[in-house]
């Protein structure tokens, strides 16, 4: 499922527009990015969590040469399914 169709199933299933619908999808999406830049997370209760994980700096390799390289620290954002989720899942 692309975003186009994410929204025209919210749409669908909540009685609203499709321009009420993208609104609603990008004022989430954008949310949870600010929410994630400040360094806090975003919990739902039986879908899921979303944080920052951090990453260590670590020595990797260049595949092409085989010479050592230094890869720096990093923050990834992440996604923890909750339990109703899971079960939804399986």
Do not use: C, H, W
Not at 12 to 38: C, H, N, W
């Amino acid at each position: 499922m692309n975003k186009s169709e994410l929204v025209a199933s919210m749409a669908e299933k909540s009685g609203l527009t499709k321009a009420d619908a993208e609104r609603a999808y990008k004022s989430f999406v954008e949310t949870v990015t600010d929410t994630l830049e400040s360094g806090d997370q975003v919990t739902l209760i039986g879908f899921g969590t979303f944080l920052v994980r951090d990453r260590s700096a670590r020595v990797g390799r260049n595949p092409r040469t085989g010479e050592a390289i230094q890869i720096k620290a990093s923050k990834n954002p992440a996604f923890k399914a909750g339990k109703a989720l899971k079960d939804a899942v399986n």
